[in-house]
Structures are given as structure tokens and as C-alpha cells.
């Protein structure tokens, strides 16, 4: 019986390491030519930076696990409403942080958000050490607030510097290697911090992720480069839409413009709009539900954050290895499949309230809001905006993401039972409901994008100055048309 209890205890760490040894063996290979020393450098710059963007989830979605941990001192509206307001700041921030990011470089906005991340996580660990439970919606609205600013810098950097890094051909496969990496945050936010909440006081689970974010800080400073040539390699041209663009940085004013009427770029950013709503209705409130309908001993709650981490090795690297190989490097038809999936999983769900089916259903889920957000913010931002432009780019898609989120954060707060009515899972039967019709528009855009790909800039000829963006051109090209 002991030895039984010890493999129960194993078995969720060995199915990860399967997984991500199965994905790493299977993983097509594409070869432009790097030479090995350039690709030994490369792995010190992206692992580093890719492990901190994991640990800023830790310091995001702990949230959810000290709800679960604080029981009736934060209900459902209270975390809807601190959910809400942090996912509007995050959204809204990427209209200086892009632009920032793209001025500062990735290095420079990565370090500064992990540190302003930390600083939060601290904070709020704090409040809870001195009491300020009474006054948690308005006390946590602030500080989560202040960390989902500072959090914004992470997808933006982290784009930004692989764009240097990666060429158009390789950005597709590569994003299921790193999808490994970014997937991890979910397991350290959901099980590592599960972890902390029952063997140590609940402001731990503040306190321990701002302590890694500052390790890794230290680690981006020693080693992460914003290009090849700050690192003693030479730059090489990496077929986005900066190719040949070798003229002065535009304002932010002049590229946010061209984005905000780029057909593409408006319809990717509508996709992810309905990915952050579809995305953090299964992840948040699931487990939520899981707790609040007494099935958190069953094998899906309990592993939570490793199913998710699993799913978004798998859904990223099956996106991203298909995108490339049978799509051409093109995103579209990705994020129509899986948004297919999605609707007929949202579909489905109503039916499984009270079966263990429905938390296999969920990571399923999970595994295409994942595939779909890593192939459009993670790839299709640095595909479209272009080395030059990506900070902008990701600060547009990505901020619709967490608008999205938002939207879903206020409203299930106010939809979804509290109290003795949600301890029945058939009072829930509006979570799956909202979220068929946002699937269906998500399928709907996704197939608008079949036939999408970037194409380089173009110079005017005679003059010294870059031809205005145009829809379709500097953005996507003439290839790009919708």
C-alpha cells in the first residue's frame, strides 16, 4: 500500500517528463544553417528568459490559489472584481509598454517587469501578513493592479528579443519547444503554489514566487541579448515584416495607426480577445469549481497546474510543428482547427456536469486556447509587427487578450452561484453557455486568416525614407491579404 501511495505521489511528475521527452524526440528539426556555437548561444538566451516568463505566471495566477486558500474572506464577486481590474490594467499597459518595449529593447522590459512583479508579490504578501483581509477587494484591486502592469512587460519582451533571434521559418517549431517553458508557469502557479498554501501561512504564496523572479533577474542581467550582434554574432535577416526595413524607428503614434487599420492585425487581435475570455474561463474557474462543488481529491483538480502545463506543451508544439510543416509558416488555419475543438468542447461541457469527464474535457480545452494563444501572441505578433515593430504588435494582440479576460472576469463573477448554491454543479450551467458563442466567433476570424503571410517592407524609390505602412503590406504583404 505504501509503495502504491508513493507511485500515486510520482505519477503526475513522470507523465510530464514523458511528455516533454515525447515532444522533444518528435520534434521536427529545421535547419538554416546556424552554426553550433550560434545555437548554444541562443539556448542561453531564451532558456533564462523563458523560465522568468514561467515564474511571472506563478506570480499571476497565485491568485487563484490563495482565493481557494482564503475561502469566505474572498468570494466569487470579490475575485471576479480584483481579477477584473488587474486584467484591465495588464490590457491597457501595453499602450505605453509596447512602445516602450520597442524602444528599450526586451532585456531592459524584461528585467524591469520581473522586478516590479516582485516587488507586488511582496506587497501583497504583506497585506496579508498585517491583516487587511476586512478590506481585500479594495487592497488586492490595487496591488494585483500594480502587478499585472509590471507583468505586461513579459509577453512583450519576451517576443521581442526572440524576434532577433528567429527566423520566420523557425519561429513556428521553436514556439513548441518554448511552449514547454511558458506552459511550466502554469504548473508552478496552480501546484507549486497549492503546495505553499497548505504546508506554510498563505502570504508564502506571495512571497516565494518574488524571491525566484529576483533570482531570475539577475540570471536575464548576466545572460540575455537583445540581437545576435550584442552577443558576437552576426544579425541575419529573418523574413517577418521588418525584412529590408532598414530605416529610422517610426513613432509609436505612426505604427499603433497602421496596426489599428491593418485587417490582419485587427482581425488576430479579435481572435485573441475571445482566446483571453475562453482562456481564463476554463483555467480560472474550474478549479474554483472544483473547490466550491467538492471534487478537489479527484485526479484533474488535484494536478491542476501539471494537466495544464501537459496540455500547453502539447497544444504549442502540435500548433506550432503544423503551422510550419503543413501550413507553410501560416497561423490562420491553426487557430481555425482549434478553435473548432473549442466550440465542440464548450458544446459538450453541459453535459458532463457531476463526471470526471469534465475535467478531462477542460485540459483538452486547454490545450487549444494554448495552441491558439501561442501561435498568434507568441508567433504571428513577430511574424506581422516585424523585429522593428513587434513590441507594439504583441502590445495590441496581447492587450486584447487580457481585455477579453477581463470581460470574462466580471462577468462570471456576477453569473456564477456563491455560496450553498454553487456547491451544485447544476447551477453552473452558464459558464459552458457563454462561452459556445464567443468559440463560434473565435472559428468564425480564425478561417477569415486561412491564407495569411507576412511579406518584407518596401522602399520608395529615390528617397531616403520608408514607404508609409499600408494594410496588407508592411504588416502582411501582398500575401497577407484578408
Known amino acids: ?207 516565494i514566487p518574488a524571491i525566484i523572479l529576483m533570482v531570475f533577474v539577475a540570471l536575464d542581467f548576466l545572460f540575455v541579448r537583445d540581437n545576435p550582434s550584442d552577443a558576437g554574432f552576426a544579425d541575419f535577416d529573418l523574413a517577418d515584416a521588418s525584412s529590408g526595413d532598414t530605416g529610422p524607428q517610426l513613432s509609436a503614434w505612426t505604427v499603433g495607426k497602421a496596426m489599428l487599420t491593418n485587417p490582419i492585425i485587427m482581425t488576430i487581435a479579435a481572435i485573441e480577445f475571445c482566446s483571453g475570455f475562453l482562456r481564463n474561463s476554463v483555467m480560472q474557474w474550474y478549479i474554483i469549481f472544483a473547490k466550491q462543488t467538492n471534487i478537489m481529491n479527484t485526479f484533474v483538480p488535484k494536478n491542476w497546474g501539471l494537466l495544464l502545463c501537459c496540455a500547453g506543451i502539447m497544444g504549442g508544439v502540435f500548433a506550432g510543428t503544423l503551422s510550419d510543416k503543413v501550413f507553410q509558416s501560416r497561423r490562420g488555419p491553426m487557430a481555425a482547427v482549434l478553435y473548432g475543438f473549442m466550440l465542440i468542447g464548450a458544446g459538450v461541457m ?31 505578433s513577430m511574424d506581422f509587427g516585424g523585429k522593428k515593430n513587434v513590441g507594439v504588435a504583441v502590445g495590441l494582440i496581447d492587450g486584447m487578450v487580457y481585455l477579453g479576460t477581463a470581460f470574462q472576469s466580471i462577468l462570471f463573477g456576477s453569473i456564477l452561484p456563491t455560496g450553498a448554491a454553487a456547491k451544485d454543479p447544476a447551477n453552473w450551467k452558464n459558464w459552458p453557455m457563454v462561452m459556445i458563442p464567443v468559440a463560434l466567433i473565435g472559428l468564425l476570424l480564425g478561417m477569415r486568416l486561412w491564407n495569411v503571410k507576412p511579406s518584407g517592407k518596401k522602399v520608395i524609390q529615390g528617397s531616403e525614407n520608408l514607404a508609409p505602412i499600408e494594410a496588407g503590406e508592411v504588416l502582411g504583404g501582398a500575401n497577407a491579404q484578408i
Not at 533564462?48 to 490559489?65: E, I, Q
Not at 526586451?106 to 504578501?125: E, F, H, K, Q, Y
Not at 521581442?160 to 518554448?178: D, M, P, Q, S
Not at 456536469?353 to 508567433?379: A, D, K, N, Q, R
Open 350 to 380: 453541459g453535459f458532463l456536469f457531476g463526471s470526471p469527464f469534465l475535467g478531462y474535457l477542460v485540459v483538452f480545452m486547454s490545450l487549444c486556447f494554448i495552441g491558439v494563444h501561442g501561435m498568434l501572441s507568441g508567433t504571428a
Open 1 to 207: 500500500m505504501a509503495l502504491l501511495n508513493a507511485f500515486k505521489q510520482v505519477l503526475p511528475i513522470l507523465l510530464l517528463l514523458a511528455v516533454i521527452s515525447l515532444i522533444l524526440v518528435r520534434l521536427p528539426k529545421v535547419d538554416l544553417g546556424h552554426s553550433a556555437a550560434f545555437k548554444k548561444r541562443r539556448l542561453l538566451n531564451w532558456l533564462p528568459l523563458g523560465l522568468t516568463y514561467a515564474f511571472l505566471y506563478m506570480g499571476r495566477y497565485n491568485l487563484t490559489v490563495s482565493k481557494n486558500a482564503l475561502g469566505d474572506a474572498m468570494s466569487n464577486s470579490d475575485f471576479g472584481t480584483i481579477f477584473f481590474w488587474g486584467t484591465i490594467v495588464y490590457g491597457f499597459a501595453f499602450v505605453i509598454n509596447g512602445p516602450l518595449t520597442d524602444r528599450i529593447g526586451g532585456r531592459a522590459a524584461m528585467l524591469l517587469g520581473a522586478t516590479g512583479a516582485a516587488i507586488s508579490n511582496i506587497l501583497m504578501g504583506f497585506a496579508l501578513v498585517i491583516g487587511m483581509k476586512q478590506h481585500i477587494v479594495l487592497t488586492f484591486s490595487i496591488l494585483y493592479g500594480a502587478n499585472m502592469y509590471f507583468q505586461s512587460f513579459g509577453a512583450v519582451s519576451i517576443v521581442k528579443v526572440n524576434a532577433g533571434w528567429f527566423h520566420l521559418r523557425e519561429r513556428g517549431t521553436f514556439g513548441g519547444i518554448f511552449g514547454i517553458l511558458i506552459s511550466l508557469g502554469l504548473y508552478f502557479a496552480y501546484d507549486w503554489s497549492e503546495i505553499i498554501v497548505k504546508n506554510a501561512p498563505i502570504y508564502w504564496v506571495f512571497f
